[in-house]
């Protein structure tokens, strides 16, 4: 797979990756491997990492040390919340305070907000972007569609491109 990811974004010239971590670390990393240790080691442009789907700052932190020593000047996370059996009223638990802790051991890399992934409907997703940049976090990655009912993937969150642009404003 990291082939494959790293093939297409040369064919299609972008300009960074976003993927995400599991976090294994030891005899589960060692056995399964890691895709995105073997992306970000190749990788010819940035790489956001988003973090893995438990609330461990643990994970987080491993996960990004280790990406780290592979010498990735464009190394960023992404902050998308975290799987919690209701996380009420939204898709992920924010746990912004993991943003906080992340940002202590880590005061100089950067932290995007997925306010889309977070709040799960896109009625929430400006409320959630508004509390990620009041924290001081470093960025929004938002899913927009110019018809999000229409979207093959995470519909009810995506927004338009016309209220991305209000929200940005």
């Not at 893995?52 to 643990?58: E, F, S």
Request: glycine share 6%.
């Amino acid at each position: 797979p990291a082939e494959a990811i790293l093939k297409a974004a040369a064919k299609e010239k972008c300009d960074l990756i976003v993927i995400a971590s599991h976090g294994r670390s030891g005899l589960a990393r060692a056995i399964l491997g890691s895709v995105t240790h073997k992306v970000v080691a190749n990788a010819k442009i940035p790489v956001l990492v988003k973090n893995p789907i438990h609330a461990d700052l643990g994970l987080w932190i491993g996960a990004l040390e280790r990406l780290d020593k592979l010498g990735s000047s464009d190394l960023a996370a992404v902050h998308r919340g975290f799987f919690a059996a209701n996380p009420e009223p939204y898709r992920n638990d924010p746990r912004w305070e993991l943003t906080f802790e992340l940002r202590r051991h880590a005061p100089d890399l950067p932290i995007f907000c997925d306010p889309s992934h977070i709040a799960g409907q896109r009625d929430l997703v400006e409320s959630v972007a508004q509390i990620a940049m009041d924290l001081a976090l470093d960025g929004l990655m938002i899913e927009i569609h110019p018809s999000p009912d229409d979207a093959l993937s995470d519909a009810a969150q995506q927004i338009t491109p016309a209220r991305l642009t209000a929200l940005l404003d």
